[in-house]
C-alpha cells in the first residue's frame, strides 16, 4: 500500500509560519494537485514528504510507517524538483537512467526503462547529448523521465511542466496522465495552474498562506468552492462575488426572489459562476451594465457591473451584447454559492 497520511505538519523559518498545520491523505494509487498561489507552501510541503526538509512538529506515514525520520532515499519515492535538477555531466541517457543505476538494475532493465520513459517525454533524439545542450523544456522532460525510469509507488512532483509551451504542456498533461494512471502510482503534483490541477487529478488540494482550504474532487470544488479564496483561484473567469441585501430571507435577483440560507444577517455575498447565466429580458432579469464585450469564438466574454460591483460573465458565442449594453441576467439558482460577508466561507462550509 501507498497511501500517504499527511498528519498535522507545521513549519515555520524563524518567526514565519510556511505550513500552519496540514493533514490531508492521499489515497493508494491516487493523483493529488497542490494547487495555490506563489508562495502558499507548496513545495516546502513536497519537501518535507520528499525527508529534503524537516518539519517543525508533525508526521508523515506511507502505509502505516511513519517516514518523517528516514533519509530521503529511504523513503521509496521519486522527486521531480521545480528547478528541474539535472545533472551536467551525464547525458541525457544517464540521467534518465540515474535512479535505476542507484537500485543496481542490469543493463538490459535500464536500457528498456530509458527508452520508455524517453518515447514518452519525446526527448528519444538527445540521448547522447549534455543538458547544457538542451533547451529549458527539454531539460525539465528530462527530469520527469528520470523519476517515471524507476517506476516508483510514490512519485511527487513540483511544476513539471512550467517550462513547456502551450501545445507541448497540453500533450504532456495527458500522456503523464495516462501512464500514472495505468502504473497505479500514487502521486502529489505541485501547481499553480488551475487548468493543469483541474485535468490531471483525482482530487485538489487548494492551499492559500500555509493552509489547505479546501479537497476536494475538481468539479466539486470548481461547483461548491468552501471559501472566496477557493472561489476566485479556481475558474476562467473566476466565481463573481456580489454583496446583495436579504430581505425576508429572500435576494433579488431582478423579479425574481431567491431563497438565502437560514439565518443570516441583512446582507450575503452570491458567488456566481460566469457561465451559470443567461440572458433576460429587464425588468425581469438582474440589471448588468456591460462595459466591454469580448467575442471569444467559443464564447461571448462580457466585463461590466452589477449593483455596482465588477463581474463577468459567459454567455454563447451567438448571443449579440455589445459594449455599453444594459442586460437583464437570469440566475442559475441551484448554481449559486452563499458565502458569508465577515468570514468569505461558504454556507454549507459554515453550517459543516
Ligand atoms: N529556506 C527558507 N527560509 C525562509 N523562508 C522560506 C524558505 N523556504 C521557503 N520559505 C518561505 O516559505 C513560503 C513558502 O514557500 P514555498 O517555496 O513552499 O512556496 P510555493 O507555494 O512552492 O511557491 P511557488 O509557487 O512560488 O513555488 C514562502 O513565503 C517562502 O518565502
Ligand atoms: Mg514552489
Known sequence: MANIVIDRIRKSFGAFQALK??????????????????GCGKTTLLRIIAGLETSTSGDVRIGDRSI??????????AMVFQNYAVFPHMTVYENVAFGLRMQKADDTRV????????????????????PNKLSGGQRQRVAVARALAVQPKVLL????????????????RTELKTVLQSAGTTTIYVTHDQTEAMG??????????GVVEQVGHPVEIYNHPATRFVGGFIGNPPMNFIKVPVSNGQVAA???QLAAPKDVG????????GEAVEL??????LEMKVRVAEPMGSHLLLTGSIHDQPVRVILPASETVKSGDTIGLKLDSKRITWLSPESGKSFPALLA
Not at 491523505?25 to 506563489?38: H, M, R
Not at 512532483?157 to 504532456?172: F, G, H, K, T, V
Not at 441583512?266 to 459562476?273: F, P, S
Open 21 to 38: 498545520e496540514v493533514s490531508l491523505t492521499i489515497n493508494d494509487g491516487e493523483f493529488v494537485s497542490l494547487l495555490g498561489p506563489s
Open 68 to 77: 518523517i525520520g528516514l533519509a530521503p532515499k529511504d523513503r521509496g519515492l
Open 111 to 130: 536500457k528498456a526503462q530509458v527508452e520508455k520513459a524517453a518515447g514518452l517525454l519525446h526527448i528519444e533524439p538527445y540521448l547522447d547529448r549534455y
Open 157 to 172: 512532483m513540483d511544476e513539471p511542466l512550467s517550462n513547456l509551451d502551450a501545445l507541448l504542456r497540453l500533450e504532456m
Open 200 to 209: 490531471l487529478s483525482d482530487r485538489i488540494a487548494v492551499m492559500h498562506n
Open 254 to 256: 431582478g423579479e425574481e
Open 266 to 273: 441583512n446582507e450575503i455575498v452570491l458567488g456566481l459562476r
Open 280 to 285: 433576460a429580458p429587464l425588468p425581469q432579469g
